[in-house]
């Protein structure tokens, strides 16, 4: 059985920082790529972020370029995101994923995990 289970959601002020994780229960793929997408009220889900397995290649949409970072920790099947100059378009509920490669399609990636809510106040 594969899951994944994001944390760290909540509200947060314009400016703020939060940091999310998703920890991978179950075996997937040998070397799995990971990613963060969002969903804000109304509209589609969005690519975030993704990582490479050992993490040399990483990808950002251009909207949070600059302010957030991915990482990973293999050891622990730990993905995390570091948000910051967080912004008022930036709520949204966060999901993590994998799949064999970081792509920025939803299609690329089989599992999900159920999404943790990010509020930012203006």
């Known amino acids: 059985q594969v899951a994944l289970e994001e944390r760290g959601g909540g509200l947060v002020q314009a400016g703020g920082s939060l940091r999310l994780s998703c920890e991978l229960y179950?075996?997937?793929?040998?070397?799995?790529?990971m990613a963060w997408f969002r969903q804000a009220p109304g509209k589609g889900r969005e690519f975030v972020s993704s990582?490479?397995?050992?993490?040399?290649?990483?990808d950002y949409a251009d909207s949070v370029k600059g302010r957030f970072t991915i990482s990973r920790d293999n050891t622990r099947n730990m993905l995390y995101l570091h948000m910051s100059s967080l912004k008022s378009e930036d709520t949204a509920v966060y999901y993590c994923?994998?799949?064999?490669?970081?792509?920025?399609?939803?299609?690329?990636?089989?599992?999900w995990g159920q999404g943790t809510q990010v509020t930012v106040s203006s």
């Open positions: 990582i490479s397995y050992n993490g040399q290649l990483t």
């Open positions: 994923a994998t799949g064999r490669k970081p792509e920025r399609l939803q299609r690329f990636y089989d599992f």
């Open positions: 179950g075996r997937t793929y040998a070397n799995p790529a």
